[in-house]
């Protein structure tokens, strides 16, 4: 009696949670379907049919399209090169531990504290003097710098539990380093170049706290930015800002969809120090 | 950056030729002993990007910081410590550094009391074998995680939005009268750290998942034939086994929490006037509203040495702790 009392409990708590984390998805989504007009409770779904006018006003005047063409395109170089630049940099941290390779990973480690906002009178001075606001570099390369260290401690600390003995027995065979590296070592790293493509592109993809400074010109604006802007200019019509969110959200809902697993696997083992 | 190279135990002159003899000597060095000094080669990329986004921005910062400059016009003049005197005086500061904590301190202390909760239901879930609702409901639980705080804010704003939102719909259902949530500061806050929470807390949850599935189920059963009771197992061997779960849990929550930003923009814009401002959303607002970047940058400065006192405490008192343990 007892145990399936404490049964109904642990099931009536993750349903209770399940409900409270799809209040806000079921609230946009009736909000989205509706036009403006209609004073029905945000809590039922639209009774005369759906209202697709909203979609249409969040991809005229939101530019909603275009700005996931630009996430889209700043989230894909940001990725490869976060991979790229992380890969080979971890591995002589990871392979020669020298006390001065040390303190450059330890080093690049404590990038990792650092709030973006805090930097943002620096950062942004330089962008200008460059002439990289409102370009997708710039956008790229604030994102890259950001995100690197993190991939250069997953990398690191992945290659450290790759045995010696292959790359060893490369050299013996006259291999040079870079040949070591690329036809030896990054074949080894699928694994945790997965977990890398999922932390960074769900970051660089939500990105705000950067791009609303450094991408303002709606011709190379990202997804965030996009969002917050025109739901500040639709004061009076959440309607068409709720569709707007929607379809920010559709890409990544389709990714988790298809690739659940490696999202939250990916998340434990970034987050695994 | 030249180090000595340590490969040999009887050294050769530093920065000398390294040969690669077959002899083998021993080394206290880990790593691999064919790799020459020319692989460092590898991270230049790496830290030239820092040096030149990261690293040259902290120190101009800081720099920054000790003018009075607009942002953009070329005269800045030295102030010394002016702003930083100024800066322990405003009271704009003052409230802004409290909300910092409370968003920080408050979303942790949430994310860890509901994460681990729900990691432990689940657990129990996985331990009895029966594990079709509870893939979903960790699936469900953690799909806020993906999604951009903006749009999470957008969302939650809709709720909780004084003429048309759905909370309000339902306090007027009830015959009640509307309620400005998020026009006033108090429970505008508690708003934006429930938000944040909720949203992250997947993290948290799969993250203690993680370890408590790590922890072998013999310890519990021999705890119960010594007679313990469920909460004393709870306290005498899954909270010891969860420390590295703790630690890495915590301190992701309050470094993220500490720097809240993009939920306020969007929630609030930090008013009503500055009252629910963080130090992120304050250190914008001096640049770009107030045209003030020398304050602001001093502002900037506050608040990564907050987040980083925090963070090197917090992973100092854990590795304490960690070795305590072992």
Known sequence: MKRALSRTGLAAGLIVACVVQLIPFYITLTTALKPRTDLSSQWLFPTGGVYWQNFQTAIEDGGILRAIGNSAIVTLASTILICLLGALAAYPLARRETTGNRIVLAGIIGLIMIPPLSILVPVYTLMVQLDWINTYWGATALMVAAQLPLSVFLYASFMRSLPLSIEEAATVDGAGMLQILFRVVFPMLKPVTATVIILTSVSVWNEYALSVFFLRDPSVRTTAPAIATFFASQGSDPNAAAAAALLTVIPVLAAYLVLQRYFIKGMVAGSEK | ?326
Not at chain 2, 18 to 47: I, K, M
Not at chain 2, 128 to 151: D, E, F, H, M
């Open chain 2, 1 to 326: 950056m030249t180090v000595a190279d340590g490969r040999h135990t009887r050294r050769r002159t530093r920065g000398g030729p390294s040969t690669r003899s077959p002899r083998r000597t021993a080394r206290r060095e880990t790593g691999a002993p064919f790799l020459r000094r020319r692989v460092n080669l590898l991270y230049l990329p790496a830290v030239a990007l820092f040096a030149v986004f990261t690293l040259y921005p902290l120190v101009s910062g800081v720099l920054i910081s000790f003018t009075k400059w607009d942002g953009y016009s070329p005269d800045r003049t030295f102030v010394g410590l002016a702003n930083y005197a100024h800066l322990f005086t405003d009271p704009l500061v003052g409230t802004a550094l409290v909300n910092t904590f409370i968003y920080g301190f408050g979303s942790t202390i949430l994310q860890q009391v509901i994460g681990l909760a729900l990691a432990l239901a689940l657990d129990r879930a996985v331990r009895k074998r029966r594990t079709g609702g509870r893939n979903l409901a960790r699936a469900i639980v953690y799909l806020p995680v993906l999604v951009s705080p903006v749009v999470m804010g957008t969302m939650y704003y809709l709720l909780f939005s004084y003429s048309y939102g759905g909370l309000n719909d339902t306090v007027t259902g009830l015959g009640g009268e509307r309620v400005a949530w998020l026009s006033t500061s108090g429970s505008a806050i508690t708003i934006i750290v429930i938000v944040n929470s909720l949203q992250f807390v997947g993290i948290s949850m799969v993250i203690y998942l993680a370890g408590l599935q790590s922890i072998p189920i013999m310890y519990y059963e021999a705890a119960r034939i010594d007679g313990a009771t469920g909460w004393r197992q709870f306290t005498g061997i899954t909270v010891p086994l969860l420390q590295p779960a703790f630690a890495t849990s915590i301190v992701l929550n309050l470094i993220g929490g500490l720097k809240l930003f993009d939920v306020i923009r969007v929630m609030t814009g930090g008013g009503p006037g500055y009252s629910t401002d963080s130090m992120s959303t304050l250190i914008s607002k001096f640049y770009f509203d107030n045209q003030n970047a020398g304050y602001a940058s001093a502002v900037g400065v506050a608040l990564f040495v907050i987040i980083a006192v925090f963070t090197l405490a917090l992973n100092a008192y854990f590795n304490r702790r960690r070795l305590e343990i072992a």
